[in-house]
């Protein structure tokens, strides 16, 4: 289910969510969702603070 609701949005929507949302879209998952997408936002805040990007690697 949370694919099939979540599969039609891009990295930057789907990021730019709050948990609230999330659970509106996705009840049962929303929470668990969250959690997941924080620690990508927390990954790349480190590769950007550390100036190591996706593509930029040293």
Known sequence: M???TL???NGTLLLGMVRDELRAV???EGGRVFFQLQAVRSAQALAS???YGQYNGR
């Open 49 to 51: 603070e550390s100036g």
């Open 26 to 28: 996705c009840p049962e």
């Open 7 to 9: 599969g039609a949005l």
């Open 2 to 4: 949370t694919v099939r």
